[in-house]
């Protein structure tokens, strides 16, 4: 159980571009949802917390404008990279928080790669 | 977990020896605990979990401590398998909005 998917796994697209990352609760469900992001060798970034039917929540120094987040399903959340350029090449992981509980699980990640 | 770094310290092991994984935490008030699993290329994978109304909780082959006062958590894995070789990350929250806060993570290289 408590298995999170992403899509896609990996995506190469040229600078300008928008990007869709979808995160999936396969197998319960979750009101709140989480978007990281990571650089090589380092710890996980927080970006925002996403909760079904509402706004996001942005961490400080997040653009919001340009991560655009929606929850639309308590099983679904998007993150969105708007206009995407080099610098904003990484690795974005979900994570779903189960509704009866405070475990995060978490997704396998979406490498981006912007030319 | 302590605030982000740039290298991750490396804990080199025996095959078959037991390892101990330390974490420091810094937010008094966080009062749920998780150790996380991430191989190359892969998301996070959750080991076990802790409350701070408890100081030892087991599970299969692996054991996490916490101390809440020095605010100190680990990790022990028994009889390391080269397969345990990843990244392992502690993370802490306070409940209140399930925010978690990672640390800085340590690379386990498990030696044959």
């Known amino acids: 159980g408590a298995v999170v998917s992403q899509h896609p796994s990996w995506v190469i697209c040229k600078s300008g571009t928008s990007v869709k990352i979808e995160c999936r609760s396969l197998d319960f469900q979750a009101t709140t949802m989480f978007w990281y992001r990571q650089f090589p060798k380092q710890s996980l970034m927080l970006m925002a917390t996403?909760?079904?039917?509402?706004?996001?929540?942005?961490e400080q120094g997040v653009e919001k404008d340009k991560f655009l987040i929606n929850h639309a399903s308590l099983t679904l959340s998007t993150l969105t990279v708007t206009s995407a350029h080099p610098e904003d090449s990484s690795f974005y992981i979900c994570?779903?928080?189960?509704?009866?509980?405070?475990?995060?699980?978490f997704g396998p990640g979406t490498r981006l790669t912007v030319l | 977990g302590e605030s982000v770094g740039l290298h991750l310290p490396t804990l080199s092991v025996q095959e078959g020896d037991n390892s101990i994984i330390n974490c420091a935490y810094s937010?008094?008030?966080?009062?749920?605990f998780i150790w996380y699993k991430q191989e190359s290329g892969k998301g996070p994978q959750f080991i076990i979990d802790?409350?701070?109304?408890?100081d030892k909780r087991q599970g299969q082959r692996v054991t996490v401590l916490l101390n809440k006062t020095v605010k100190h958590l680990s990790l022990q894995i028994a009889a390391t398998q080269p397969g345990d070789s990843a990244v392992y990350f502690c993370?802490?929250?306070?409940?209140?909005?399930?925010?978690?806060?990672f640390g800085k993570g340590i690379t386990l290289s498990v030696r044959p």
């Open positions: 937010n008094s008030a966080s009062d749920y």
């Open positions: 802790i409350r701070s109304n408890m």
């Open positions: 994570s779903a928080r189960d509704s009866r509980g405070d475990t995060q699980y």
């Open positions: 996403s909760n079904e039917g509402s706004k996001a929540t942005y």
């Open positions: 993370a802490d929250n306070t409940g209140a909005n399930s925010k978690l806060t």
